[in-house]
């Protein structure tokens, strides 16, 4: 796979993300402060975790490196992780188990 390949379907992924937290912050919206304090802050953190896989992405896109792959693995963890925790969050959001 080539890294200009690899980058697109890693900023498409990125952009699903943004717009599931998107979508989670107008349900948080709808909750009352009690339920908002805590998912604010989940909805904050994913958002952080997001933007740092938006950045690595870019980076390899600039750099474009010959030797692409111990940044591809780094990216395929952090991709692996940084979805799970945005599926798990939507899924707690969706049920509104929020917060336990």
Known sequence: MEVKDYCKAMLSEVSAWKEKLEAMKKVADTYGSA??????????????????????VDQLENECPSDWSPMKNELDDLFGTVGSSVD??????????VGG
């Open 88 to 97: 798990r969050a939507w899924k707690d959001l969706d049920a509104g188990s």
């Open 35 to 56: 339920e908002k304090e805590k998912i604010l802050p989940l909805i904050g953190q994913l958002d952080q975790e997001v933007t740092a896989a938006q950045l690595r």
